[in-house]
């Protein structure tokens, strides 16, 4: 549940972050200990966290750290195709959730989270990709990609910026816990 101090209407998209994949990513294990940041920062603030897995049956689930890190009330939804916003039931999820602003991290960045992203922008009018917590195979493709996005109205930042403007200061009821993620993290 969001707190006072947390705006509504956010959520937390982890794309495609499955065990099967991370070797063959450029900067894999940086990326799952971003998006494990991001999915204990999301959780601590009370944000919905989903997560989106590519063929699950054969390409295996969503790696555990992250699924252990959101806890009892993450989703997982299985995909087939590279857009998660096609995913009928993540989309209802959102309506459910009444998200208007989706967090994205995960991989891979010039494939998954790009057709991702530009399709929810489309649909929800607002969308942040959390950079330093996507990674891919080529990352000559990433930059591209986010000058892309970035003229489609994406917002495109660290981790650590997002979530500390979301916390907003010292103020914030879960200021002290959240520093020590980050200083964890």
Excluded: N
């Excluded at 493709?141 to 979530?163: I, K």
């Excluded at 879960?174 to 980050?182: E, M, S």
């Amino acid at each position: 549940m969001a707190t006072e101090a947390t705006p509504a209407g956010l959520a937390l998209l982890v794309v495609d972050v499955q065990t099967a994949f991370l070797p063959a990513m450029s900067q894999g294990e940086r990326c799952l200990r971003r998006c494990e940041l991001a999915v204990k920062a999301a959780r601590l603030l009370g944000l919905p966290i989903f997560f989106t897995e590519q063929v699950p049956h054969k390409l295996g689930p969503t790696h555990p750290d992250l699924l252990q890190s959101a806890g009892e009330t993450a989703q997982v939804f299985a995909k087939t195709s590279f857009s998660a916003w096609a995913v009928e039931d993540l989309v209802q999820a959102c309506e459910a959730q009444g998200v208007e602003h989706l967090l994205i991290c995960g991989l891979e960045g010039p494939v998954c989270v790009y057709q991702t992203a530009l399709q929810a922008q489309q649909a929800l009018g607002g969308v942040t990709i959390l950079a330093d917590a996507v990674t891919e195979r080529r990352p000559e493709d990433t930059a591209v990609c986010w000058a892309t996005l970035r003229s489609a109205g994406v917002q495109v930042l660290p981790t650590e910026t997002v979530f500390y403007a979301l916390v907003g200061g010292a103020q914030h009821p879960q200021f002290k816990t959240f520093t020590d993620l980050i200083k964890r993290g």
